[in-house]
Every structure is written in structure tokens, then in C-alpha cells.
């Protein structure tokens, strides 16, 4: 391959991960061409697209960046699947494509720096919960005290009501109320 065409396969890579830091790496091969474009298709779907890359020029073009971490999965072929929400989102439909399609390797991903390595990584990534999951596991945790507190304040209040509730029902219909002594 020429030095010319090499460059621009690593413009194209610049322009299409150069954002990226979390993505996960798959093989493909051995599926069929009409297997792969439903793949292609249902991941594009959900925003996840998927690009074959040349393994060397990708490790070249991101030996120090986000990216960089994925030099070990980098063997063989090799796509990316990127997109979605986060790359959780990308590991559990990938997860649930091998399911309909076992040619489907699952080789890592990387996620904040952290490799995920092979099947068994990629399928405990997607048990981690998405950014908008982590949020609200968090709001909950922190809102947590504060909706007890409310509830000890007005628990009490509550009671209290209730027995005035049922003195003024006694009342109405003329009975007695006992004395408590």
C-alpha cells in the first residue's frame, strides 16, 4: 500500500475516532454478506455504526490517545462498533447479536482508558449501567435520606390526624368517647 493511501486511510480514522475514547472491537469474518448488513443495519438503528480498520495504521494512528488501549484486541480482523448513548449501550446489543448471529467475535472494548478484554469482558461491560442509569442511581441515593426524614416528620402527624379524624367521626354520630387514663 502506498504512502499516499495509507495517509488518508489515517485522516479517515482521524475524522471518524478522533472523538471516540470508548468503543468496542468485534470480528466479523466468516458471517455472510447478507448477515452482515442486518447486523450493520440493526446497530445503525440504535446510532451504533461499525467500521473495518487495518490494525497497524490504527495502532499507529492512536499509540497515544484513548484509543491506545485497544492494542492488544487489535489482531486479526478487526472492526469498530462506536456510537450509541455510551459504549455500554454498544456492548449490550452486541451481546444480544451473538445470540442471533455466534459468528460475531467479541474481542474487547475500552471504556474510560480501561480495556475490557474478549467475550467475557465485553459481556460484564454491558452489565454496567449507562451514564443516564448511573445518574439516577445516584439522585435516588442521595434523595434517599431526605425522603426519610420527610416520612419521620410526618408519620407522627399523620397518626395524630387520624385520631382526630376518628374523634370527629364518634362525635358526629353521637357516641362516647372513653376517657384514657
Known amino acids: 500500500m502506498s504512502k499516499t493511501v495509507k495517509n488518508m486511510i489515517l485522516r479517515d480514522y482521524v475524522a471518524k475516532f ?36 487495518r490494525n497497524a495504521l490504527m495502532k ?10 485497544l492494542a492488544p484486541v487489535l489482531a486479526g480482523p478487526s472492526a469498530l462498533a462506536y456510537g450509541g448513548a455510551s459504549v455500554v449501550e454498544v456492548a449490550r446489543e452486541l451481546v444480544a447479536l451473538v445470540k442471533t448471529f ?38 435516588a441515593i442521595i434523595l434517599s435520606p431526605a425522603r426519610k426524614l420527610v416520612s419521620s416528620v410526618l408519620g407522627p402527624g399523620k397518626k395524630v390526624a387520624s385520631l382526630v379524624k376518628t374523634i370527629e367521626d364518634k362525635l358526629e354520630k353521637g357516641e362516647a368517647i372513653a376517657k384514657v387514663g
Open 18 to 53: 478522533g472523538e471516540e475514547s470508548d468503543v468496542a472491537v468485534i470480528s466479523i469474518r466468516g458471517i455472510s454478506s447478507n448477515d452482515t448488513n442486518k447486523i450493520r443495519a440493526d446497530l445503525r438503528k440504535k446510532d451504533i455504526r461499525v467500521t473495518i480498520v
Open 102 to 139: 455466534p459468528g460475531i467475535e467479541l474481542k474487547g472494548a475500552v471504556l474510560d482508558g480501561k480495556l475490557f478484554e474478549g467475550e467475557d469482558g465485553v459481556t460484564a461491560l454491558s452489565k454496567y449501567p449507562t451514564r443516564e442509569e448511573a445518574l439516577s442511581q445516584t439522585v
Open 60 to 69: 499507529r494512528q492512536f499509540a497515544d490517545g484513548a484509543l491506545d488501549a
